[in-house]
């Protein structure tokens, strides 16, 4: 019976939602209640809405379908915060559906840039649920309060409907026309060059990696490709990623998405020790990078992660060193005093070169060019760069809650990134507990006095959404100061230019 | 403009246009374009009247132009190889002085048949994505080699003129990012120290490779790149107005004399089409014979030779094969009598009265012996070219005329290729990734030029042929003689076949070719 609720929820029209208002709107429900109503909804739908009757090619639904063993299987060692309950408390109380509505729809009042944005939900049982669209946030909230998804991902505004996809003639007709240009940093890619935690751990330790990461691609994408409006959101484990919502980087086409992304990546997570063959003279931009992470190698990559220490580790930097006179000579040195740690052998490399051990034909200035390649592979940043290379790819919202952690993916306020701490970012059974302080705090206060406080403002998650809160106004005003004068501008264009 | 005041007739063209989709020629109705500059970004569409014949001529040239600038291409040649060859192609068909060698009259009709004839093409190629694509690449190739040709001047004015939003860095920009400009864009100590800047989205491969200077979303590019990027700008532009084009097409209001034209044209781009001329007959040379075939089939490009091997194998041809097959042997010179005489031979099974009553007519009528006054007048059917072969209906079981490089899959086209004695494994290879790409005649000049690759070479080193007598073969016949050429080439040059050589022969043959077009 969930099975069915799952895999048959997306085909819950639009159309429909008007009655549910009258139905549900605000009684709480638990699960199975909620379920029943769904399952209603779904009845009502085939009669006005067929467009499942005959293609079963929905991505969803055989996804949906052909694992249903383990939507059933994990109900019972569900952590708390994955509990449909709490989710569905989390989405009524918490989530910033006003601002994210606004964020993504780029004025006050709905318009294609949200109506016909795709959502994906990833439900408790792990069903994946792709084309759902809304046309106002409100039925966003419901839908979200109803279902209960773990998460939910964001994708592109289509250039019809996603829901109606299905009842276009030519499937060339749907395709995405618009997205937010994305970012995706995460530390696994970091795994080669970190030595305090692997897979999905971090520390302080690595997350400066993260902190590096970010000031690069900001000082990037601000100062070389002038976007203004650029949201960096903690990926709720071990990452970040990166929402750039000016007008121009939402239209890009995939070749532009794809150029931007080549142009910052240099390093990838995979192969250790690729050579990407940097050319010098250094690109302005390297070396912009390169002067930002300089500090950060000293401190946070030579001391504390100390990649070189042990002998075996010391090989990887011996490889990086293209001079077979130099290594042999550092080999010797390190091999008659093991222990040395990486800050000594760094800086090692330019003593035993000083001292004479360099082949005839491998210059100093090689040998520095050689040290920026090092230190660029220690620092730069390691972007998934095919997340950014396509306007149709999905990326996590940001305020979800991620199921392994509970963390809730709040935006990093950049002015302050230093002081960014994951570690300290609210969990979602946190913040219920906090409601529930905060009343208990404010027992005395009227019922009206109450009211006035929201209940994320009782809680932890307050500095988060004003954040939010403040780059959304500022997005919204920009957009529209922009749209009065592209208005103005086609007015006089038009009359020429819409002649074909 | 002065006869419109006076009589006010003509007026009525010039009637403010109501519909609002027409608005576009309301400024330019009728107009003659002046043409300031020798390359066009063909922007703007003609207005002005051309007769039917120049429209057809015009495109036909092009074609040519085109046609010949993607054999280039398909057999690997160099940039530079490129532009020898296809310089006096396109003096011949394409003409196109700079302002200062050939300004006023002729200079503007040159340019004129130029805009147009782009149009004409654009409108007969936009049908398919594929000829779309196709021609986009093709004219963007066109539009490079000429630009490269262009003259320092003419084209800096040119490009100056172009819409395109760019704008130079200035001194002052110049001295405060100098290092920067030059570590980004890898400028060398020689090098012109200019840069000009564009929205970034404008150059996304320099970006992508990090070529270039980035300031709040401006890419400072140095000038070097600066062809490239018109040149891109280019295809982007053709592309996007071949598709408009194609959505427009079906729309055309056309009162069914453009029609045909376009298709004519856009079906020549299959193969260019080739007239057939008497001078390839090597009936001048050599007389052939019903006996001789045999040996001189040797010298017979595969469609023909597969004939003649199906026909030897089964003593039987197929109404299409015998038709096909008949043309091309009086092409080369067979006269009727020993035609008759050759099949009444090779179809060793039939009666002869069975073949008097069913076979010999057809083959007087290919002749022009027998048939209506038109037929007769015209001297029979002209042997088929390579457009013919491959735009006909392929042949179905039982059938083997067509060109086999089309007909045949492409394993069995490299056993039928093995059988004829063609077994280098690199020509082969050449061959399937030509009819891969559905280049069908291209797969067969390779096939050719391998064959005679010792003679070619000889004759283009001593330069004994004229550069038309060397052009991409497009049809079957012409095939044969040049294979036939070259095989006797001592043989012919010193006189025993009774004939001075190549060179009268093939500047006849070239300018009846493009006669017959």
């Known amino acids: 019976m969930e099975d069915s609720d799952m895999t048959d929820a997306p085909a819950a029209p639009l159309g429909n939602e008007e009655e549910e208002q009258v139905t549900d709107l605000p009684t709480p429900q638990d699960a199975t209640a909620g379920a029943s109503t769904k399952l209603e909804d779904m009845f009502g739908d085939d009669s006005d809405d067929d467009d499942d009757e005959f293609s079963s090619s929905a991505p969803a639904r055989p996804a949906a379908s052909s694992q249903p063993d383990p939507q059933s299987a994990p109900a019972p060692s569900k952590p708390r915060y994955a509990e449909p309950d709490t989710l569905r408390q989390f989405y009524s109380r918490l989530f910033p559906f006003r601002p994210l509505f606004q964020w993504l729809n780029h004025s006050p009042t709905p318009q294609p840039d949200f ?29 979200c309060i109803q279902m209960t998804p ?100 939402r239209e890009m086409d995939d070749t532009k998405r794809r150029a931007l992304a080549n142009y910052l990546v240099l390093v990838s997570g995979n192969e250790q020790g690729k050579k990407t063959g940097i050319k010098r ?61 990486s800050n000594q052998k760094w800086s090692d490399i330019d003593t035993v070169a000083e001292a004479g051990n360099l082949s005839a034909t491998f210059t100093a200035k090689q040998l520095v060019e050689a040290k920026q390649d090092i230190r660029l592979e220690y620092t730069y940043p390691r972007l998934d760069a095919e997340v950014s290379k396509k306007l149709n790819h999905l990326l996590k919202s940001p305020f979800v809650v991620h199921p392994g952690t509970g963390r809730v993916c709040v935006p990093i306020d950049t002015r302050s990134l230093e002081d960014f701490d994951p570690f300290s970012v609210p969990t979602v059974t946190q913040l219920l507990q906090e409601i529930d302080a905060w009343d208990a705090e404010h027992v005395g206060m009227t019922e009206e006095d109450r009211a006035k406080v929201q209940d994320w403002q009782r809680t932890s998650l307050k500095p988060y959404v004003e954040y939010f809160r403040g780059y959304v106004a500022g997005l919204l005003k920009a957009e529209s100061a922009a749209g009065k004068r592209g208005r103005e501008e086609e007015g006089v264009a038009g009359s020429e230019s819409m002649e074909f | 403009m002065l006869a419109a005041t006076a009589a006010p007739r003509i007026d009525a063209k010039k009637r403010a246009v109501l519909d609002p989709r027409k608005r576009q020629f309301a400024k330019a109705q009728y107009a003659e374009c002046e043409y300031s500059h020798r390359m066009n970004f063909y ?35 160099s940039p530079a190889e490129t532009e020898e060859y296809m310089k006096p192609v396109l003096d011949k068909y394409m003409r196109l002085s700079s302002t200062g060698a050939r300004s006023g009259e002729a200079g503007q009709l040159e340019r004129k048949r130029d805009h147009y004839s782009h149009w004409t093409l654009r409108l007969a190629f936009s049908s398919t994505a594929d000829l779309r694509q196709r021609f986009a690449r093709l004219e963007a190739q066109l539009f490079k080699l000429r630009l490269q040709h262009d003259n320092a001047t003419e084209r800096k004015e040119f490009i100056a003129s172009l819409p395109m939003s760019w704008e130079v860095v200035g ?37 992508e490779r990090r070529q270039c200077l980035l300031k709040r979303g401006k890419a400072y590019v140095h000038v070097r790149e600066q062809l490239s990027m018109v040149v891109n700008e280019f295809s982007r532009t053709l592309e996007s107005g071949l598709e408009l084009a194609a959505r427009h097409l079906p729309r055309l209001d056309e009162d069914n004399r453009l029609g045909p034209i376009l298709h004519h044209l856009s079906q020549s781009f299959v193969a260019p089409d080739a007239g057939y001329s008497e001078s ?55 006269s009727l009598q020993e035609c008759i005489v050759f099949w009444r031979k090779s179809f060793k099974l039939i009666a002869d009265d069975k073949f008097k009553s069913e076979y010999l007519y057809n083959i007087r009528h290919s002749y022009g012996d027998v048939g209506g006054d038109a037929n007769r007048r015209g001297r029979g059917y002209t042997p088929y070219s390579c457009q013919k072969l491959l735009t006909e209906a392929p042949p179905s079981a039982g059938q083997t005329h067509g060109c086999p490089y089309r007909t045949y899959s492409p394993d069995n086209l490299v056993g039928l290729l093995q059988s004829v004695g063609v077994s280098d494994r690199a020509l082969l290879q050449g061959v399937r990734e030509d009819v891969g790409k559905q ?67 093939g500047t006849q043959e070239s300018a009846a070719g493009a006669g017959e077009l």
């Open chain 1, 281 to 341: 003279p250094l690109h302005p931009h390297i070396d912009r990078s390169l002067k930002i992470l300089n500090p950060y190698f000293q401190t946070d990559v030579l001391a504390d992660q100390d990649p070189w220490h042990s002998a075996e580790r010391a090989e990887k930097l011996l490889a990086l060193l293209p001079d077979k006179t130099l290594t042999t000579a550092l080999q010797k040195k390190w091999d008659s005093s093991p222990n040395r740690s």
């Open chain 2, 439 to 505: 280049r069908f005649h291209i797969a067969c000049n390779r096939v050719f030029e391998h064959a005679h690759r010792g003679s070619l070479k000889k004759v283009k080193d001593e330069n004994m042929w004229p550069a038309s007598e060397l052009d991409t073969i497009l049809h079957p016949n012409t095939y044969f003689k040049r294979s036939f050429l070259l095989k006797n080439l001592g043989n012919v040059r010193s006189g025993d076949l009774g004939v001075v050589g190549g060179d009268g022969v």
């Open chain 2, 280 to 334: 390839s007959s090597i009936g001048d040379i050599t007389v052939p014979t019903a006996a001789s075939i045999d040996g001189l089939s040797q010298h017979f490009p595969l469609c023909m030779q597969n004939l003649h091997r199906e026909l030897r194998k089964n003593s039987h041809l197929k109404h299409f094969g015998r038709l096909q097959y008949t043309l091309f042997l009086k092409g080369i010179g067979l």
């Open chain 1, 115 to 143: 109506q016909n944005r795709e959502f994906a939900f990833v439900l408790p049982g792990g069903a994946y649920i792709r084309y759902q669209s809304f046309a106002s946030a409100d039925l966003f909230r419901k839908q």
């Open chain 2, 171 to 207: 001194e002052e920009e110049k001295r405060l990012w100098l290092d920067d400009l030059k570590a980004a864009t890898g400028c060398r100590r020689d090098d012109d120290e200019s840069w000009f800047k564009v929205e970034w989205e404008k150059v996304p491969e320099l970006v």
């Open chain 1, 150 to 249: 773990e998460r939910f991902e964001i994708g592109p505004q289509y250039s019809i409907n996603p829901r109606d996809r299905k009842t276009l003639r030519k499937a060339s007709a749907f395709r995405p026309v618009m997205k937010e240009l994305v970012f995706d940093i995460d530390m696994t890619d970091y795994d080669p060059i970190r030595t305090c935690c692997s897979g999905a751990a971090i520390c302080p330790k690595c997350w400066q990696f993260i902190t590096m990461a970010i000031k690069v691609v900001d000082a990037a994408l601000r100062e070389d490709f002038g976007f203004q409006h650029i949201l960096w959101v903690y990926s709720g484990r071990r990452g970040a990623h990166a929402w750039i919502s000016d007008k121009r980087a």
């Open chain 2, 43 to 77: 922007t703007t569409p003609p207005t002005g009247d051309v007769s039917l014949e120049e429209f057809e001529e015009w495109g036909i040239a092009r074609l040519k132009v085109l046609a010949e600038l993607e054999a280039c291409q398909f057999r690997n040649k």
